[in-house]
């Protein structure tokens, strides 16, 4: 079975600075894709990027990467130019890319608040 | 347009009553989701339609009863729930079958408290 851990339950980040989001998984699957979801307090989710696994470019959105180390079954976020808006809890999923339900594994969750 | 749509945005019931949450899609997708939040939790799959057909169900309750009445409208029917389902019930969307276009799509969601 597929897990999806993030072992940072709560990160800081001064706005305007840098900060990496970490996502592991694990999986013996060879085709799947990888997302990163926004929660802000409205609780609204937002997807904020995705990575299919035969791409070996890292996906970008704006301010918004990932380093995706498919050996390493990582997956992190990085967001630059930190704003007071992307205050928000940022969840990591899978999925599998031979699902007919797109059922997504998601990890349990990073809390990042952004400092003034 | 990413839009799914909930009704109502907040609901209050007590365990003898009946209800009923809505989503609704218009992005031509025929896959739909329910999903239960609690808080600072991620969000625990329950259902999922494909095709208007029951796909998925995670053991959930028959408390709960979900409806895909057309390829754009999903419903969650609740009757006898318990305090331990207040959450935040989450819809999504997406295409189903292979490929990224099977990105789900969510809605805001219904905050369900169960007195």
């Known amino acids: 079975a597929q897990t999806v851990t993030q072992s940072q339950p709560e990160m800081s980040v001064q706005e305007a600075e840098t900060v990496t989001l970490s996502c592991t998984y694990d999986t013996s699957e060879s085709d799947y894709y990888l997302f990163w979801y926004k929660q802000p307090p409205s609780r609204q989710m937002i997807l904020v990027i995705r990575q299919e696994a035969y791409k070996q470019q890292n996906a970008t959105e704006n301010r918004f990467s990932v380093n995706f180390q498919k050996a390493a079954k990582s997956f992190s976020l990085k967001i630059s130019d930190s704003q007071l808006g992307d205050a928000a809890m940022y969840f990591c999923?899978?999925?599998?890319?031979?699902?007919?339900?797109?059922?997504?594994?998601f990890g349990q969750g990073t809390t990042l608040q952004v400092k003034p | 347009d990413t839009e799914v749509t909930q009704t109502p945005k907040h609901l209050v019931m007590g365990m003898t009553n009946k209800k009923s949450l809505k989503c609704e899609q218009h992005m031509g997708h025929r896959a739909m989701y329910w999903y239960k939040q609690k808080a600072k939790k991620p969000p625990e799959l329950m259902f999922v339609y494909s095709y208007e057909k029951l796909s998925i169900n995670e053991s959930v309750p028959s408390r709960f009863s979900p409806e895909c009445p057309n390829s754009s409208l999903l419903n969650l029917h609740l009757h006898a729930l318990q305090p331990e389902d207040s959450a935040l019930y989450l819809c999504a969307s997406s295409h189903p079958g292979q490929g990224k276009s099977k990105t789900q799509y969510f809605g805001p969601g219904t905050r369900l408290l169960v007195l």
């Open positions: 999923a899978y999925r599998s890319g031979s699902s007919n339900t797109g059922k997504l594994i």
